[in-house]
């Protein structure tokens, strides 16, 4: 099973600054790599597949890169509705596809 | 749109059944992969299993913690999925979600999610 690792835990930034989030596999999952932004009560919503492509309707501010084990999530200029909690993916070896443990991004 | 809506959640005792099912509009629901994904109370995301969409004839896969206690089945002319659970446990307790990724023969990534059902397992 390939575990997830997302760092840190909680992440406080202020509006308007930028944030950057780690995601880390136990072994090379290529590019198959997806965010995924969940405020509360709601469902997660799709951000980022590919590592790198932004799913629909995503603004540009988010932006996703890295391959093999090391990815990053990346919100320039954080907006008010930007604080969440954000889960990473993995779907290149299954079953299971797994989860990160996510990162809560809150206001400093 | 696409359109995902989970029913028939709420309370169970421990050891009892209960079968979720997943309505879906918006799109040719034979030609894509279902998955569940449940979320415990305050905790993270995990993935439950899903079922292959034609022309994998409904191929499943399932996590280890529900295999051979669930079991995922699609009817393909109501573009209904369905999470039968049986033998239920406390651990069972959570939200679950059903999605829809952009593959027919694995789950992939969630692109649509439904708004998710709460399944809670207690005596």
């Known amino acids: 099973e390939v575990v997830m690792t997302q760092s840190p835990a909680t992440l406080s930034v202020s509006p308007g600054d930028r944030a950057t989030l780690s995601c880390r596999a136990s072994?090379?999952?290529?590019?198959?790599l997806a965010w995924y932004q969940q405020k509360p009560g709601q469902p997660p919503r799709l951000l980022i597949y590919?590592?790198?492509t932004r799913a629909t309707g995503v603004p540009a501010r988010f932006s996703g890169s890295g391959s093999g084990t090391e990815f990053t999530l990346t919100i320039s200029s954080l907006q008010s509705e930007d604080f969440a909690v954000y889960y990473c993916q993995q779907y290149e070896n299954w079953p299971p596809y797994t989860f990160g443990q996510g990162t809560k991004l809150e206001i400093k | 749109e696409v359109h995902l809506a989970e029913s028939g959640g709420g309370l169970v005792q421990p050891g009892r059944s209960l079968r979720l099912s997943c309505t879906t509009s918006g799109f040719a629901f034979g030609d894509f992969a279902l998955t569940w994904v449940r979320q415990a109370p305050g905790k993270g995301l995990e993935w439950v299993g899903f079922?292959?969409?034609?022309?994998?004839?409904?191929?499943?896969e399932y996590a280890a913690s529900v295999k051979g206690r669930f079991s995922i089945s699609r009817d393909d002319s109501k573009s209904i999925a369905y999470l039968q659970m049986n033998s239920l446990k406390t651990d069972d307790t959570a939200v679950y979600y059903c999605?829809?990724?952009?593959?027919?023969?694995?789950?992939?990534?969630?692109?649509?999610w439904g708004q998710g059902i709460l399944v809670t397992v207690s005596s």
């Open positions: 072994q090379t999952i290529f590019s198959n």
């Open positions: 999605t829809r990724g952009p593959y027919y023969d694995s789950s992939g990534y969630c692109d649509y």
């Open positions: 590919g590592a790198s």
């Open positions: 079922i292959s969409g034609k022309p994998s004839a409904g191929r499943t």
